[in-house]
């Protein structure tokens, strides 16, 4: 079936140094991921996304990678700050707007 | 420019009960779709409209059912709650079909007693 795993529940990492988080999909026919930041309270919020065409996307402070042949794709946080505390999704779409979700990284970091 | 905006933001309800639940899409945005959320899980996908259809769905039962308006602002119903049904409702717009980003609402944290 079609699913969205993340190797780590949670992370912690200390206020300045670059957070790495994990995701592995399982659809080969999937063909954009997206990565979205959750705080407590709130709804997920964008932060990048990739086509399958792509290998890296790079952002404010942020970089996207995708390897399609081990079907994993990470998230790259630099420079990490007190305000990146929050869950970290990775998502999926495979046909139209559906949007599969994994089961998301809780990212702490110490000041 | 508003974003996503959902009500209630909070609904205490009884097994049995039905409720709906509403969502005003992103300026610009004609396709909505809702999600449910359970406490520390990531959002699963209800069903999407858009032209006022409802164009795809998730592993959901008959009594979740929605509408779009002709503004494109959406409801979620559901009938005969459950217990399990008790979850954070997040509802998405994004502009048509594509590989275009989802922008999510706050929620309706719908509690069942």
């Known amino acids: 079936g079609e699913s969205v795993g993340l190797h780590l529940p949670t992370l912690s990492v200390q206020e300045g140094d670059n957070s790495i988080i994990n995701c592995a999909y399982s659809?080969?026919?999937?063909?954009?991921f997206i990565w979205y930041k959750q705080e407590s309270g709130k709804g997920p919020q964008f932060i990048i996304d990739?086509?399958?065409?792509?290998d890296k996307r790079q952002g404010q402070r942020v970089t996207v990678l995708l390897n399609k042949t081990v079907k994993h794709l990470s998230l790259q946080i630099a420079a990490t700050q007190p305000g990146d505390s929050a869950v970290y999704f990775c998502?999926?779409?495979?046909?139209?707007?559906?949007?599969?979700f994994g089961p998301g990284t809780s990212l702490s970091v110490i000041p | 420019d508003a974003g996503v905006t959902q009500s209630p933001t909070h609904l205490i309800k009884t097994r049995g009960q039905q409720v709906t639940l509403r969502c005003s899409p992103k300026?610009?945005?004609?396709?909505v779709s809702w999600y449910q959320q359970a406490l520390g899980q990531g959002p699963q996908f209800i069903f999407q409209?858009?032209?006022?259809?409802?164009?795809q769905r998730g592993n959901f039962p008959d009594r979740f059912s929605g509408h779009q308006f002709p503004n494109y602002s959406s409801e979620l119903n559901v009938n005969a709650l459950l217990l399990g049904d008790s979850a954070l409702y997040l509802c998405?717009?994004?502009?048509?079909?594509?590989?275009?980003?989802?922008?999510f609402g706050d929620g309706t944290r719908l509690s069942i007693l």
């Open positions: 990739i086509r399958s065409n792509m």
């Open positions: 659809n080969s026919a999937s063909d954009y």
């Open positions: 998502a999926e779409k495979t046909s139209y707007d559906k949007v599969i």
């Open positions: 409209y858009y032209e006022e259809e409802e164009r």
């Open positions: 998405a717009s994004s502009a048509g079909s594509g590989n275009q980003p989802q922008h």
């Open positions: 300026s610009g945005h004609d396709t």
